[in-house]
C-alpha cells in the first residue's frame, strides 16, 4: 500500500496524534536549546550503562541505567522536574524503558529522540573520560553551517 492509496486521517485525529506524540518525545536540537538557555526545571538522564558514560554523554547530564531507576529516581531526581532520557540512538529503546520506569514512579517525563548518536552527529559537545569534546556537524542530520534547522 502506497501513500497514495492509504487514507489520511482526519484532521482532529491527526491534531490529537501528533499532540499526543509531541508530548512523549523531544529532540536533540531543542534539549541542546533548552540547555543553553538554562531553562529551569529539566534533567536529561543518560540511561547507558558505564562504558557508555565514560564514553561520552550530554553535558550536566545525570547518569542512571535503567535497571536502577526504580531504586535510585525517587531519592535523586527532583520529583517536579521533567525529566528527559536517552539513550544511544533510534535503533535503540533503551530510552523508551527509561521513560516507562519514570512514568511509573510518577514523574513527567519525554524520551530524547535521536539520543546520543544524533546529539554527536548534530554537534554538540559531549563530556567523557577525555574530557569535554567538540564534533562537527554532520551534514546529513543538520545544517553544515551549524545554524538551526529551524524546523
Known sequence: MTTATT???DPATAIAHFSAKLSF???VSDVHAALAAGTPGIVVVDTRSLDGWEQGH???AVHLPTAE???RAPAEIDPAALVVTYCWGPACNG???AALEFAK?????KEMIGGYEYWVRE???TRGLLGL???DVDPLTAPASGAACAC
Open 58 to 60: 550530554v553535558p550536566g
Open 123 to 125: 554537534g554538540f559537545d
Open 95 to 97: 530510552s523508551t524503558r
Open 25 to 27: 518525545e523531544t529532540d
Open 69 to 71: 531507576i526504580a531504586a
Open 7 to 9: 487514507t489520511a486521517a
Open 133 to 135: 569534546v567538540q564534533h
Open 105 to 109: 514512579l510518577g514523574f513527567r517525563v
